[in-house]
């Protein structure tokens, strides 16, 4: 079977353009008797939900939060990008374009992220006139800052609340629809099956969590935006209910699922600190605008540190080894995330760790604070100011740039940033993996469609900083409101689905089979104790650096704790109740399987790129050495049965507007 | 630290409920709700059906999290929610009492969940700004005084918990739909509808059986963002100018 991407003709920045004025239409009157059914409220889902409601279609939109504004998109910091070149920096689509495929390391498709750069300003326009409020400089125009692997400031950002401010603007734009009777909201209701009718998605099989009651809901096609899985490494930065159980699901059902193994471990997070830690806590990229990452030149240094001898502030200048600065002067303290993270790593393995574990390093706004401070003072036309003032003064900016992550750090720390640095390590943050998706955003199974992180479609093998916020309202806004119009165009003379099909029957014995196995397991360790097991598998072989012998191992560990589950696992309560460890069971059940697709995906990549580095395959210099005669394609899975090796489509990934190229940010 | 937790159990909306008692050994540099994670699995491991309570980020985001701590709505710490709350503010030896958020505007669905749909309603009754995927122009081309967008950020960083309903003796949501109207209002693409957003929301509000506001101010001492009741002031003034409008 060949993968279609259905690229469309063209030169790339006419591709999109092109595309949508000779596409199929889907009339008004038409638009009315089709149903469309949105999984997941984030960025994606509740863009989507709004704009198809918008269009007249009717919408059913189901979260499994209690409402639509928890997603996890809400938590997203730093920012968005945007090719508007209001700095006049020399930004401009294509540069938005090339950064985007270089920083991921050349493992994406062109025609989708030129589309991606391209609907990018309108975004911003989108959004300030939902009323996000976005920073703003005294003239009244959008402030801008930059991000990792860039040298231009295309960042617009609300302080450090980007994600929560953009999810309240898609969110009450889909409220507007609910109000108007296009969109109908079922909170509370999770996504446990997709069903297909004669090959083509036409309903899903969802669990109302309060009453325990599964129902089954049909339409004329099904759009995922059910976000990532990094949660498969049980500790992460994401929300303790992320899972990826409905694009799993969607796999179960025939869906490809897209270059799994490619993980981004983001290099500044608060590190971990004991055994019954739930999740880590992100510092946004942002903060290395003006942090600087330093480990002690000496070893020595690093163990009187850890061992509580030393502080930070014990440390002259001299003997601090600032090595992302030294290793890469271009970028500095802002190179990609898969580049810092690693370099952290390094430093950590070689013995300079400063926290206890060994694992973390220093983020220091010293230099920022006085930098600040000297140019406040001059503004205000201090002469010769003391030190004191100029760190006050500083520390005021300071406060006014980050001041909410610094008061989040302080109070999971107990430490105060503005007088020692900040202690850092990377930490699981984003699933570049996803399901295939063509351009149209539609999975291998026709009629279904993802969006968002769930798709796997735009940053290659590592995404750059402030770029999931706009490929989630990309897809939404601007993307599915047209593609979803090619399946749908040929869909309008079907007649809405009854629930009652066979089809439909059998997803519902299958859902209410699953449930009722875990429920009647009867064993005796918890979930959240496999869990953690996972994770530390995970962690260990397929996170921040892999090899063929822990690869290989791994897959056995999993597939022995996964036996091991299903025969140990114990889950409390009923099924018609509101019973989230039953929730958590099936939701890790599925981590189980997608755990050793992601190992299997990383051992069949024999080159190092991105946020995936094989230690077979680095430079002299220690840096991801790509194999593009050989590697240069997406990775599309098919799960054939549990215990059966899947099967491996590739995609050949074809590069015209440019050129592959060592990745190099010195 | 060794802990004694009066937790509240409540089957489902119909139940009378109760308090119930758990000891727990926690260490002060744990979230609040990894002590809850410690006491579940605790529960677990002797076959006892854990405590519900509903939590998503833990990052002070989501808005998820919801009990009442000792009496307050996430707990002493101020501009602090339940999941950011760590046990280093609880000695060794406490009694620790955990209780939903109880409201008539939010029903107990199970032990410390409540049902807060009522916050979607009134968004959904106008708390938005009806535009449309690809009407608007560009977005330099409406200009907002940066301390304009301060002040509506200021009310937009509502997380809509609803812990300023529990705080309040009368059950109010004025704080949370003052934060909306205020937040829509104070910019110039909000300026528009905000007559009849303010009826709209403030009737919902209602409906959905809030009680009135009478000037206590638990809710903004209580909010886990600082929003400010200055947002109260201005919705009255919203809703009273609205009042004598006749605009539709």
């Keep these: 079977m060949q993968l279609e991407g259905k690229i469309p ?51 059913k939109v189901f979260t499994f939060h209690d409402s639509p504004r928890r997603a996890h998109s809400i938590a997203a910091q730093g920012g968005i990008n ?20 270089k920083g991921g390391d050349y493992r994406s498709r062109e025609a989708n992220v030129y589309r991606l750069s391209e609907v990018s300003a309108n975004i911003i326009d989108q959004c300030v006139a939902q009323g996000v409020p976005f920073a703003r400089e005294y003239g009244g125009y959008l402030d801008n800052r930059s991000f990792g692997g860039v040298q231009v400031q295309r960042t617009f950002y609300a302080r450090g609340q980007t994600g929560q401010q953009l999810l309240i603007g898609a969110y009450q734009a889909m409220s507007r629809q609910v109000s108007l009777g296009n969109v109908t909201l079922f909170n509370r209701h999770e996504m446990l099956d997709v069903v297909l009718i004669d090959g083509k998605a036409r309903g899903i099989i969802a669990r109302n969590l309060v009453t325990g009651e599964i129902e089954r809901h049909s339409a004329h096609c099904v759009i995922l935006a059910t976000g990532g899985y990094g949660n498969v490494f049980y500790l992460s930065t994401n929300a303790m209910n992320c899972n990826v159980t409905a694009a799993w699901r969607a796999v179960k059902r025939g869906a490809f699922m897209a270059n799994p193994c490619f993980t981004q471990i983001h290099p500044t997070c608060i590190p971990q600190y004991g055994e019954y830690q739930s999740k880590l806590t992100l510092m946004s990229e942002s903060l290395r605008n003006d942090g600087r990452v330093w480990v002690p030149k000496k070893v020595e240094d690093a163990k009187a540190i850890r061992e509580g001898r030393k502080t930070a502030n014990d440390i002259p200048e001299e003997d601090r080894d600032y090595y992302l600065e030294r290793r890469y002067p271009a970028f500095g303290n ?29 983020l220091d706004f010293a230099s920022a604070i006085a930098r600040y401070g000297k140019s406040k003072a001059h503004s205000m036309g201090l002469e010769n100011p003391d030190a004191d003032t100029i760190r006050k003064l500083g520390e005021e900016v300071v406060e006014e740039k980050y001041g909410n992550l610094f008061e989040m750090y302080e109070k999971i720390t107990g430490e105060n940033p503005y007088k020692t640095p900040m202690k850092i390590y990377p930490a699981v943050h984003y699933t570049m993996g996803g399901l295939w998706v063509d351009y149209n955003l539609e999975t291998n199974v026709p009629g279904l469609f993802a969006l968002g992180e769930c798709n796997f479609s735009d940053h290659g093998a590592n995404r750059l900083g402030a770029s999931a916020l706009m490929q989630g309202l990309a897809d939404g806004y601007f993307v599915i409101p047209y593609t979803v119009g090619t399946f749908l165009s040929k869909e309008i003379r079907t007649p809405k689905f009854s629930t009652d099909a066979p089809e439909f029957e059998e997803a519902e014995k299958a859902v209410t089979e699953r449930l009722t196995k875990l429920l009647d397991n009867n064993g005796s360790q918890s979930v959240e104790s496999f869990h953690r097991r996972l994770g530390k598998i995970m962690w260990e072989y397929c996170g921040m650096s892999r090899n063929e012998e822990g690869l290989k191992k791994a897959m056995g560990l999993i597939r022995e704790l996964r036996e091991e589950y299903h025969k140990e696992v114990y889950v409390p309560g009923s099924m018609n109740e509101y019973n989230p460890e039953l929730e958590k069971a099936h939701r890790v059940a599925d981590f189980m399987e997608l755990g050793e697709l992601m190992c299997l995906d990383a051992l069949s990549r024999n080159e190092s790129c991105g946020g995936h580095f094989r230690e077979e395959y680095q430079t002299e210099e220690g840096e991801a050495l790509r194999d593009d005669k050989n590697y240069a394609y997406v990775a599309a899975w098919e799960w054939t049965d549990t215990g059966k090796e899947p099967r491996l489509y590739k995609e050949p990934l074809k590069f015209e507007a440019v050129e592959l190229k060592t990745r190099s940010y010195k | 630290m060794k802990l004694t937790l009066k937790v509240w159990r409540q089957k489902d909306a119909k139940d009378k409920g109760r308090f119930e008692t758990h000891q727990v050994e926690a260490n002060e540099h744990m979230s609040f709700l990894e002590m809850l994670d410690v006491m579940n699995e605790q529960l677990v ?47 060794d030896g406490d009694t620790i009492y955990i209780e939903p958020f109880r409201a008539k505007g939010f029903p107990v669905i199970k032990d410390l969940v409540v049902d807060r749909s009522a916050f979607d309603r009134i968004i959904q009754a106008g708390g938005f700004i009806s535009v449309s995927t690809g009407q608007p122009v560009d977005g330099n081309a ?4 940066k301390d304009v967008a301060s002040k509506a950020f200021d009310a937009a960083a509502c997380i809509g918990c609803g812990a300023c309903v529990a705080a309040c003796p009368n059950a109010s949501a004025m704080l949370f739909v003052s934060a909306k109207v205020s937040h829509l209002a104070l910019l110039p693409q909000g300026k528009v509808e905000a007559t009849r957003r303010v009826r709209n929301m403030v009737r919902q509000m209602d409906e959905e059986g809030f009680g009135n506001c009478s ?25 009273l100018c609205a009042s004598f409008s006749s605009e539709e």
């Design chain 1, 9 to 59: 003709p063209g030169q790339l920045a006419e591709k999109w353009t092109q595309y949508k004025s000779t596409m199929p239409l889907v009339s008004p009157d038409n638009k009315r008797r089709l149903d469309i059914i949105v999984v997941g409220t984030g960025l994606a889902g509740a863009s989507a939900a709004a704009s198809l409601g918008e269009l007249g279609y009717n919408v």
């Design chain 1, 82 to 101: 945007a090719a508007k070149n209001y700095r006049n920096d020399g930004d401009s689509v294509y540069r938005l374009f090339y950064d985007t495929v």
């Design chain 1, 334 to 362: 802002l190179v990609p995330r898969d580049v810092a993270s690693r370099a952290a790593k390094v430093e950590c393995d070689a013995g300079k760790g400063i926290v206890p574990t060994g694992l973390g390093v220093y």
């Design chain 2, 45 to 91: 491991s002797e076959k006892k059906e854990p405590v519900a309570f509903e939590h998503d980020c833990r990052e002070g985001i989501c808005g998820a999290c919801s009990m009442v701590i000792n009496g307050q709505p996430h707990g002493p710490q101020k501009t602090t929610t339940t999941c950011q709350l760590h046990m280093r503010h609880f000695k």
């Design chain 2, 142 to 145: 409406l200009l907002v005084p």
């Design chain 2, 215 to 239: 000037n206590v101010t638990a809710c903004e001492a209580e909010c886990p963002k600082g929003i400010s009741i200055e947002n109260i002031a201005r919705m009255n003034r919203e809703y």
